[in-house]
């Protein structure tokens, strides 16, 4: 049975969709309950797939393939490494406590946003378990369509502008991907017997006998799509208003899961599929990235708005996530791997956080605030706690990925400067100084609002959606192993193949596929 356990998790949530279809609109208490209890099945099944997953074998588990369009090489493919195992538990995790999250502020059109969510929640575990071009677009497309109404119906004022931005945005990415997915397939049908194929696995094999330039346009046009996404400075305008704009649910799932489809995307097929291309464009991707960090971080600073200051800041962060991944080294892509984790758990809870406080006040103007600390007691501690994991401080999880980041980027011989590494340090100074200077603001300011005094802490259910994302803040700054075993025989693999193509005449490249195992049936 262990084939099917992906199909059974990627399609699970359509019998929470399927339900609520047939429901009366105005029985929303059942509809929630309804899609809680749906997210939450899916969340044990990742479950099952997180514990049977054996951190010892190389390649891809829970592998399942099938026909699909014969004719042009397609199947139903999908697999897991321990790259995507982390990825879609974090999916399965934040999906359910967003629909928590908006339990009381989503009071219309309920039947309609959760069905969304769930749809949503279908296309992430999608994009992570595919092992064909087709079917992997697919899934990447599907999810513009759930995000466009979660933005464009329930977010803020200027909803319609935000949605309309992030489509445009997207949709640019994803025709230069399905670009480049024709071209690749197309490029390599000689190479493959005359065959069209979309498998990925099979594409592992046949592209690095591409020629550096092919490989160079080719990344390029992947490259751009996943930098959108991610987003790499300078595609980044689209975030800050998307993330103002959407509801609080719609927030957690773009910052916890969306963004780190891009950076999923770049590892899985710009990287291992272009791996020349990948080692001449690695020092000018880590030029944006560094970038992204600095900048992130100083417009960070002077953001007004609490829930815009928390966009700007993932900028900053997902810059130490892309120059982790081209430092090309074990350290570097571990740490760029746990820190999509941490900044999913960390910036999904500040925007959680600015959720709450946003439903008591009704703004989030920072100049607002003041003097919530004696007022909301538990609402500080907590929010203390995720700031500090936010600014990487030891013992919480963010320190671990950045260390890893900068560790790994600073002797990388496909960097060969550390000024990458020094500059980028900078923003971790730059990410405790607008943190700490907002929670300063917000919580030790001076009280001149009498509306901040009529405040009520945190309910219970408030406090329930915070306590798992601060037990796993705490238990990967203690003990990261946990989870970083899950994902370093896939690391070592990409790094390994990077490595060899870094040394190896062009000639001898095609070899290295037969040192390399990326299939394990679990058999």
């Given at each position: 049975?262990?084939?099917?356990?992906?199909?059974?998790?990627?399609?699970?949530?359509?019998?929470?969709?399927?339900?609520?279809?047939?429901?009366?609109?105005?029985?929303?208490?059942?509809?929630?309950?309804?899609?809680?209890?749906?997210?939450?099945?899916?969340?044990?099944?990742?479950?099952?797939?997180?514990?049977?997953?054996?951190?010892?074998?190389?390649?891809?588990?829970?592998?399942?393939?099938?026909?699909?369009?014969?004719?042009?090489?397609?199947?139903?493919?999908?697999?897991?490494?321990?790259?995507?195992?982390?990825?879609?538990?974090?999916?399965?995790?934040?999906?359910?406590?967003?629909?928590?999250?908006?339990?009381?502020?989503?009071?219309?059109k309920?039947?309609?946003?959760?069905?969304?969510?769930?749809?949503?929640?279908?296309?992430?575990?999608?994009?992570?378990?595919?092992?064909?071009?087709?079917?992997?677009?697919?899934f990447?497309?599907?999810?513009?369509?759930?995000?466009?109404?979660?933005?464009?119906?329930?977010?803020?004022?200027?909803?319609?502008?935000?949605?309309?931005?992030?489509?445009?945005?997207?949709?640019?990415?994803?025709?230069?991907?399905?670009?480049?997915?024709?071209?690749?397939?197309i490029?390599?049908?000689?190479?493959?017997?005359?065959?069209?194929?979309?498998?990925?696995?099979?594409?592992?094999?046949?592209?690095?006998?591409?020629?550096?330039?092919?490989?160079?346009?080719?990344?390029?046009?992947?490259?751009?799509s996943?930098?959108?996404?991610?987003?790499?400075?300078?595609?980044?305008?689209?975030?800050?208003?998307?993330h103002?704009?959407?509801?609080?649910?719609?927030?957690v799932?773009?910052?916890?899961?969306?963004?780190?489809?891009?950076?999923?995307?770049?590892?899985?097929?710009?990287?291992?599929?272009?791996?020349?291309?990948?080692?001449?464009?690695?020092?000018?991707?880590?030029?944006?990235?560094?970038?992204?960090?600095?900048?992130?971080?100083?417009?960070?600073?002077?953001?007004?708005?609490?829930?815009?200051?928390?966009?700007?800041?993932s900028?900053?962060?997902?810059?130490?996530?892309?120059?982790?991944?081209?430092?090309?080294?074990?350290?570097?892509?571990?740490?760029?791997?746990i820190?999509?984790?941490?900044?999913?758990?960390?910036?999904?809870?500040?925007?959680?956080?600015?959720?709450?406080?946003?439903?008591r006040?009704?703004?989030?103007?920072?100049?607002?605030?003041?003097?919530?600390?004696?007022?909301?007691?538990?609402?500080?501690?907590?929010?203390?706690?995720?700031?500090?994991?936010?600014?990487?401080?030891?013992?919480?999880?963010?320190?671990?990925?950045?260390?890893?980041?900068?560790?790994?980027?600073?002797?990388?011989?496909?960097?060969?400067?550390?000024?990458?590494?020094?500059?980028?340090?900078?923003?971790?100074?730059?990410?405790?100084?607008?943190?700490?200077?907002?929670y300063?603001?917000?919580?030790?300011?001076?009280?001149?609002?009498?509306?901040?005094?009529q405040?009520?802490?945190?309910?219970?259910?408030?406090?329930?959606?915070?306590?798992?994302?601060?037990?796993?803040?705490?238990?990967?700054?203690?003990?990261?192993?946990?989870?970083?075993?899950k994902?370093?025989?896939?690391?070592?693999?990409?790094?390994?193949?990077?490595?060899?193509?870094?040394?190896?005449?062009?000639?001898?490249?095609?070899?290295?596929?037969?040192?390399?195992?990326?299939?394990?049936?679990?058999?």
């Amino acid at each position: 049975m262990k084939e099917y356990f992906l199909t059974f998790l990627i399609f699970s949530p359509i019998i929470g969709i399927l339900l609520i279809l047939f429901i009366n609109s105005e029985k929303k208490k059942l509809i929630k309950t309804l899609s809680l209890l749906t997210s939450i099945l899916t969340f044990v099944i990742s479950l099952f797939i997180y514990f049977l997953f054996d951190n010892n074998i190389d390649g891809f588990q829970f592998y399942f393939s099938t026909e699909w369009i014969k004719s042009f090489g397609i199947g139903y493919t999908v697999g897991i490494d321990g790259i995507s195992l982390l990825l879609i538990m974090i999916t399965t995790l934040l999906t359910p406590i967003s629909l928590i999250a908006s339990w009381n502020s989503i009071d219309k059109k309920v039947k309609g946003f959760n069905s969304m969510i769930l749809l949503l929640e279908i296309g992430m575990l999608g994009v992570f378990s595919s092992l064909d071009l087709f079917l992997f677009y697919i899934f990447w497309e599907l999810i513009l369509i759930p995000m466009y109404f979660i933005i464009g119906i329930w977010g803020g004022e200027n909803r319609i502008y935000a949605s309309i931005k992030f489509f445009i945005y997207t949709m640019f990415g994803s025709l230069l991907m399905l670009v480049a997915i024709i071209w690749l397939i197309i490029y390599i049908k000689p190479l493959n017997d005359n065959i069209y194929t979309t498998n990925l696995l099979r594409l592992f094999d046949l592209s690095p006998e591409i020629s550096k330039n092919i490989q160079i346009w080719l990344f390029l046009a992947f490259g751009l799509s996943f930098a959108i996404k991610v987003p790499i400075f300078p595609f980044h305008t689209w975030l800050p208003d998307a993330h103002t704009e959407a509801p609080t649910a719609g927030s957690v799932i773009l910052a916890g899961v969306l963004l780190k489809m891009g950076t999923y995307g770049i590892i899985r097929f710009c990287v291992m599929l272009f791996p020349d291309a990948t080692i001449y464009f690695a020092p000018i991707i880590s030029v944006l990235a560094v970038i992204a960090i600095i900048y992130g971080a100083l417009v960070s600073m002077v953001q007004p708005d609490v829930k815009r200051l928390v966009a700007y800041s993932s900028v900053s962060h997902m810059g130490f996530v892309v120059l982790g991944i081209f430092a090309l080294t074990t350290q570097s892509l571990q740490g760029s791997v746990i820190q999509m984790i941490n900044h999913g758990l960390s910036t999904g809870a500040l925007f959680l956080l600015v959720g709450m406080i946003y439903d008591r006040r009704h703004t989030r103007l920072i100049s607002e605030f003041g003097g919530l600390a004696k007022q909301l007691p538990v609402y500080a501690t907590l929010f203390m706690i995720v700031t500090l994991s936010s600014i990487g401080l030891p013992g919480l999880n963010g320190f671990i990925g950045e260390f890893l980041i900068l560790l790994g980027s600073f002797n990388s011989v496909f960097l060969n400067s550390s000024l990458y590494t020094i500059i980028a340090s900078l923003g971790v100074i730059l990410s405790a100084v607008y943190m700490l200077w907002m929670y300063q603001r917000v919580f030790f300011g001076k009280l001149e609002n009498n509306e901040n005094q009529q405040l009520n802490d945190l309910s219970k259910r408030e406090i329930g959606l915070l306590i798992p994302i601060v037990l796993f803040i705490v238990w990967i700054g203690v003990y990261p192993s946990t989870f970083l075993n899950k994902s370093e025989k896939s690391v070592k693999i990409v790094i390994e193949r990077m490595e060899y193509f870094k040394n190896v005449d062009k000639s001898k490249a095609s070899s290295l596929t037969k040192n390399v195992i990326f299939i394990n049936n679990n058999k």
